[in-house]
């Protein structure tokens, strides 16, 4: 009695550290995504039509603006950053830039600038959604399938026959894997 539950402990602990492992390994492959996809921008360069920036409107109200309606109705860019915000914040970095914070439910964007005068000068530009967090899951798969694999290979790495049998399982395994993979992003796309 006491070995089954000492093996049922054994096999929850397992199981609840190789999720977070996946969870750590899609975070990570997300995040890196993300950085990935961050923009940097040059002195005359214009910047990704997502760019956004915040002003004042005439009754002191917030006013919250793409770069390409900035540059045809400028409104006076907002300098005073929020304390306490929840979906549009402008933050002031340490070396004394702007950073405008566009949240949604799947979709978040870092809007980098610097204010000269009256005048905005785009910095970064950066995105994190969904597709990100998407892509980083089914990478987090990949990455633990090959860990999975070096930690066999290394456990069998002296036995011919073993090795063989075991990469002949794993061929039919990554041929079912892949034909899955087809079939669902076949439907995906057939039905987008």
Not at 10 to 34: D, E, M, N, P, R
Not at 92 to 102: A, P, R, S, T, V
Not at 114 to 127: A, D, E, H, L, V
Request: charge should be positive.
């Amino acid at each position: 009695m006491l070995k089954a539950f000492l093996l049922f402990l054994y096999a929850t602990i397992k199981t609840i550290g190789l999720i977070i492992l996946w969870f750590v390994l899609a975070g990570v492959i997300s995040h890196g995504i993300s950085e990935l996809n961050t923009e940097r921008y040059q002195l005359n360069d214009t910047p990704n039509d997502g760019f956004m920036i915040i002003g004042t409107d005439t009754d002191n109200g917030y006013y919250r603006q793409t770069w390409q309606e900035y540059q045809t109705n400028p409104k006076l860019p907002l300098t005073i950053p929020d304390k306490d915000c929840i979906e549009d914040c402008l933050k002031q970095l340490d070396n004394g830039n702007y950073l405008f914070i566009n949240e949604s439910a799947m979709y978040m964007s870092h809007s980098e600038y610097q204010i000269k005068g009256n005048k905005i000068i785009p910095i970064s530009f950066k995105t994190y959604h969904l597709g990100h967090i998407f892509v980083g899951m089914i990478g987090a798969f990949f990455v633990m399938g090959f860990l999975k694999y070096l930690f066999s290979i290394f456990q069998i790495r002296k036995n011919k026959q073993a090795m063989m049998i075991y990469h002949k399982k794993l061929a039919k395994n990554l041929l079912i894997t892949c034909a899955v993979l087809g079939i669902f992003w076949t439907v995906i796309y057939l039905t987008v």
